[in-house]
């Protein structure tokens, strides 16, 4: 006998179902199933992976929702009656599947997409029934299912004995005939409650009275019994309300028993409810049938009804294309040719045409000409609207995307192979990523939207799971633990699975004091903790929602949403249920347009040269550009001054000085304490060397030893070795160690002259348990030519490198941002620095690369009312010891309590002659023009008043304001200032006494209030008792000798644990002391000393030895550290006493992220 | 009402149901078709632990409701007599690791005095 369970929540509801649709296909089919339903809550979250599941455990797929439906009686926008199940009907060309997409859409079309919308996930009953008929044949193609959780089912408990007759008789008459059913759950709760036997019996009549058909269902929310505590969480997660809480109310589940029960027990269920209802074998039988035949037409075929791996692309029309595309395609490209590579003749166009014919071909066999049609429609669109914009990965290797102006990499040049990026033996639409301004990105959706259609385009949405920390705040919530206990022990969890929470227990030393905790659990408190353990390992991974992916937009045809079911994203537009692994067997087009910080800085950077100087000869000067033909300046500059980037020369020497100097902080991808490490050892000298660099900076080259013997052979420490002179040719760029993919492909079939496709499927399998063999196999039978000592070394390296080598035309393409970047802070360091600030792209909190502008002897020009803008602006300085030079200054925006609104009126209504003045035309709150004097925005204002008042004086004049009365926005305006020039009555006026605030004063509230220590470095008032503690500034460093011990102190920039060789944790600690980064390094050994300061503290006093490791490279191996505001405990030399504390900047402060990158 | 937790043995059906019980001394057996239904258990007070993979029984337990009549004597004087040797109603809780039962609460006005 076999049952199908048609009624399933999967993994994929979050904070609902338990199990994951792999675990419930594998158990269904063990147990004799031949089909599955995966009716998850609120979408069709796991449907795509159900599919894949049910496919591959060799069952068939059956899909459905789980909806709320509006109360037709209650208030229609927010009052739900109850849940209903609705399955699709198969085998009727996907109209079922059409139906039940566009059904969750209609759900989802009144919510707000953004957290806390009060408007639920539902649909009216009307909409219901609208949807389940298909629109051409009139007839159902879904099936409504009426279960426990239906208004039905829901008032069976309740006083009103003919109420659930009445509800029953409503959706009767609301729904198409045939297209309801009775839904029987009983999960044996205590008799009369819900789900408990007497309730089926109840629906059951129900039906029966009304020849309706009832099926049997168990409400499946786990795989086992041993899931229904984690459901007990997760019900807890999501009503936001502990266990001993939910238990009182009570609404908790009545008990463990929604697991997928095996045939025999759901047999056992039905006869125990229908000998309970006084009914006979024939009925029993009945039940189980009409199950079963609701199963068979439910069964989808996910080629016919679901369109699985059939790509689809918009139409020939919507690209304005009205020739077959192939034939387009192989225009556009001839077209290309004469633009992108003007007077090629000879061998070289023999090659190239040769390579463009192959590509060609490959497109052609796979018919994916249509594909490459969209993407240069879009990559063409982003460009016209002026936004920067760059092709990213393996779309780096195809000559036809350069020549459609897809992507900006010449893959002859770099000798990329197109059968990395699509073969004639993958038949999946390949990934193209389009880089462009992050700030510019969301308009970039907008325009595809409008030119695709909102029909044919939806954004992505990505699975966001329970990590360490989410789990253990959820974990502790449901226990009903104190949050900020919990939140302490949040805040020690980094990054580490929480399912391996007890383990790490053991071996964190961060973890230690909480491992002793659980350890002694001699009374309740400690016994809670355990549980703890035990409820996070429960939830890891689980999925908590979706949201927007950061890049993924869908391109389809007209019926896409028919294909998807779409809901709003918190940007507002559309978002698919589907993530980016249903794209490929949903046959969808995704097209990766990724927001870039590093573009956005770059273009601000561009457009602040231009604005700051008149024409190119400025320009030139300013940046001590070459002279170019004329002797005006090379031609990437326009007379007007702007810089065309993208044709600036890859070989600018002073741009590799500046890189190898290894001071790159700012730069894309190089400017991390590794990266800096391994410029700094490996001292690139042209543009191959920054795509080999950056292949080396992964981590499967890192954890495996690669860069040590690539720099040894580099800089000629060892001879370089060759596995056989055959291969030298592919090794010989970076020194004989395999490094890209490309060389694993050409190893291959070099060696076995498999061909190119061939060997990008065998680098596939690489690292594969199940597929690795016989790669193996086939490379050993086939590479007879060569010694077997060959065949053993080459293989080895392959087997260790190729499942995690890296892509070289990804290498390529991050390569020409990285010198851009670089190429700016060269040439025009203070408007690259402003673009920085402004778009605050990198890995370190934005008062890093203020200080970095301090160590370049940039000015920081301080915040004021007149002068500031609501950017960074760079600003050339009227008067002072730097007159002349260009600063930048300091920003209005993102000043703490300063609204959006407020700031728009403040710049709107610049200059300001007067305090009243502001007050009158910005409106500006009290306490933000405190803060605005506090941050000195108000001194030059003050100085010009001729007021004998300081700063000091100033803010408690506006702080006793404040106080005097409650009214919020300042308009009220002491009389006759109005609009006057007069000068500043009122700031003349301000009665002196205070002392000047001190320089600490002053750089504490622009930490408290900018993050960002701008009128001096945080470290400076430190440096009395760092002096006495002997402390080395990171400028000394190196000078000093490798392994002197020193001391050094600073505040955190940045908190790495990158996987490491050997599987041991290192971590990395950068810390800067105002002359520059310190990077640290503790290992297991310091890291036990170190304890919880590992992670949680801000300004670190570190002892460690030097560790040289390039000409111009240092760093330090810690091996104690301490908390720098933990006087007591500092080492100071001999028996000298603390001494007493002076004040610091960071006093009082707690905004910790924005300060040292590390969150808590 | 009362409240109990002790020891009873239970002798079930092929298919699980039971069908006589000894507790306290006593032979019992069934006198009405049992009711069977899963409650929940405050599992994260009464447990110390909770890991992934423990199995069934945690969140809930199985009751079993049973109306059973002494069994009639032999060589042993019943507890009371005949006349007022009525059916008791037990509820009977089936721990689910071990298949061990005890005996949860007795309903009905009358009880052993062992009790």
New interface residues.
Partial sequence: MTFTHLHVSTAFSAHYGVSWPDELAQAAVSEGATALACTDRDGLYGTVKHLKACMSAGIEPIVGVDLAVFDDDGDHRTQVSGRVVVLAHGHNNGAGYRALCRLVSDAHARTSGKAGGTIPVAVTRAELASRVLDPTTLKPVLTVLLGPDSDVGRAMGGRRYLRPRTLFKRWIDAMPPRSLVAEVVS?????GQPM??AQAVRMLRLAEEHNIPAILSNAVRYC???G???A?VLDSARTLKS??EL?AEPV??????AWLKPPALMR?LAKEIISAAGYGTADLKQILAQTEALADRCRMDPVTDMGWKQPVVPEASVLRIDQEPFLELRQRCEAGIGRRFPGISGKAEVQMRQRLGHELKIIGDLGFSSYFLTVAEVSRMILDMGVRAAARGSGASSLVNYLIDISQVNPLQHDLIFERFLSGDRATLPDIDIDVESAERHNVYRRIFDRFGPERVTLMSMQNGYRARGAVRDAGM??GMDTDDVGQIAKQLWRFSARNFREALVEKPELREFAGRVEQ?YYSEN?QL??LV??T??LDRLPRHISMHPCGVILGDATLLDRTPVQPSGLGLPMSQFDKHDMDPMGMLKLDVLGVRMQSAMAFALREVIRIHPGKAEVVAAGRHPAGPDGRGPDYIAPDGSIDLNAVPLDDEPTFELIRSTHTLGCFQIESPGQRELIGKMAPRDFNDLIIDISLFRPGPMKSDMVRPFLEYRHGFAPEVYPHPDLKSVLEETHGVTVFHEQILKTFNIMTDCGLARADEFRRALGNETEEWKVEKFFRENAKEYPQEVVDKVWGTLKAFGSFGFCKAHGAAFAVPTYQSAWLKTHHPEAFLAGLWEHDPGMYPKRLLVAEARRLGIPILPLDINRSQSEYRVERVEDGPDRGKLGIRLSLNGIFGLSGAELKRLVAGQPYDSLADLRARARITKPSIRRLAQLGAFDSLHRGSGGAANRADLIQHLQNLQNATSSRKGTEVVEGQLSLPLGDVELRNIKPGLPEPTLVDSVRAELDLMAVDASGHLMESHRPLLDRLGVTTADKLLTLRNGTEVLVAGVRVATQTPPMRGGRRVVFISIDDGTGCVDSVFFHEAQEQAGPLLFGTRLLLIRGTTRRTGPRGISLSASMAWDLSQLETLPFPGSEPAGPDVPHPLDGISRNLAITGLGG | MGMFSESVDVDCTTAGQPLRLRWAGRDYSLCADPVRWYERRQWWVEESRAPLGRGPGLVDHEIWRVQVREDTPTGRKPALQPEVQESLTLDLVRHAASGRWRLLRIHDALRPQSA
């Avoid at chain 1, 999960?187 to 008799?191: E, G, T």
């Avoid at chain 1, 908790?252 to 028993?257: I, K, S, T, V």
């Fill in positions: 999960q044996l709760s205590v008799p408990s036997t086992l019994e041993d229904a505590a984690t007990d266990l001993p238990s908790l589940a009545p008990n463990g028993q056992e449901a226990l659990r016994q355990d549980m035990d409820l390992e429960r």
